[in-house]
């Protein structure tokens, strides 16, 4: 099927795809509240028509939707475009939070949910996944820094003042998602897609063994590897 061009709007616009009208008009109205543009769509295909059609700085996008569902569509959208995508989930449907991981959700918000959360998820997302102008603004921004540890990110070297830190690629790119939203906790099911690509399990500890090694090389290099701070039942942030 043939879409329109892409034609850029103002940010920040979301598109909300929503088939229950009374849920998708009162989202609206509490983002517009928020300073945020809207568009609303009520199936699936015109869902994805106008998010090809159109540069937004994040969907919001149901699961069970007429026409084309939620994970067929964010599989289209993934196609073509990064747009920062979170997925409205029937509450308890652990199932459907994984395969919208799998598909690329940045996050899930499980039904019903409070409009308060919904919009700090939104502004969560954001930070992490600056869009439009912000990304290009960015490109050229190739260094994060915290007191006194530096990440060099077009060169992939880190360093605590002047000494260099001997990090894996796993460890280089965990870092960085820390120092991207210093504050901010992350959570395990997004340190697992974002890194690895698969859902987080919670038998699964591999995030934890290179949480532990970053916090140990960190400190052998005189960083004080603690403000990695472990947040129970939720991940990880550093502050």
């Given at each position: 099927m043939n879409y329109p061009a892409a034609v850029p709007t103002p940010d920040p616009s979301i598109l909300i795809?929503?088939?229950d009208p009374a849920v998708n008009d009162l989202v609206a109205s509490q983002?517009?509240?928020?300073?945020?543009?809207?568009?609303?769509?009520?199936?699936?295909?015109?869902?994805?028509?106008?998010?090809?059609?159109?540069?937004f700085s994040l969907i919001l996008l149901d699961v069970l939707l007429p026409k084309l569902d939620g994970f067929e569509l964010l599989n289209q959208l993934r196609c073509q475009r990064d747009t920062p995508v979170i997925m409205l989930t029937a509450c308890?449907?652990?199932?459907?939070?994984?395969?919208?991981?799998?598909?690329?959700?940045?996050?899930?918000?499980?039904?019903?949910?409070?409009?308060?959360?919904?919009t700090l998820r939104i502004e969560a997302v954001l930070r992490r996944r600056p869009s439009g102008a912000d990304r290009a603004?960015?490109?050229?921004?190739?260094?994060?820094?915290?007191?006194?540890?530096?990440?060099?990110?077009?060169?992939?070297?880190?360093s605590v003042g002047v000494t260099e830190l001997p990090l894996t690629?796993?460890?280089?790119?965990?870092?960085?998602?820390?120092?991207e939203t210093p504050g901010e906790v992350i959570s395990k099911p997004v340190l697992y897609q974002s890194l690895m690509g698969r859902p987080f399990s919670r038998y699964d500890r591999s995030i934890d063994m290179?949480?532990?090694?970053?916090?140990?090389?960190?400190?052998?290099?005189?960083?004080n590897g603690e403000h990695i701070n472990t947040v129970h039942g939720q991940g990880y942030r550093i502050q």
């Amino acid at each position: 099927m043939n879409y329109p061009a892409a034609v850029p709007t103002p940010d920040p616009s979301i598109l909300i795809i929503e088939d229950d009208p009374a849920v998708n008009d009162l989202v609206a109205s509490q983002l517009r509240r928020h300073g945020y543009q809207t568009e609303q769509c009520f199936d699936g295909r015109k869902g994805l028509s106008r998010a090809l059609g159109q540069h937004f700085s994040l969907i919001l996008l149901d699961v069970l939707l007429p026409k084309l569902d939620g994970f067929e569509l964010l599989n289209q959208l993934r196609c073509q475009r990064d747009t920062p995508v979170i997925m409205l989930t029937a509450c308890g449907a652990e199932e459907d939070r994984i395969s919208g991981f799998r598909c690329g959700a940045d996050d899930y918000l499980p039904k019903p949910f409070n409009l308060t959360e919904l919009t700090l998820r939104i502004e969560a997302v954001l930070r992490r996944r600056p869009s439009g102008a912000d990304r290009a603004n960015a490109a050229s921004v190739r260094l994060l820094r915290f007191q006194n540890l530096q990440l060099d990110l077009s060169g992939q070297v880190a360093s605590v003042g002047v000494t260099e830190l001997p990090l894996t690629p796993m460890e280089f790119r965990l870092l960085a998602l820390l120092l991207e939203t210093p504050g901010e906790v992350i959570s395990k099911p997004v340190l697992y897609q974002s890194l690895m690509g698969r859902p987080f399990s919670r038998y699964d500890r591999s995030i934890d063994m290179h949480i532990s090694k970053l916090r140990r090389k960190l400190t052998n290099a005189g960083f004080n590897g603690e403000h990695i701070n472990t947040v129970h039942g939720q991940g990880y942030r550093i502050q």
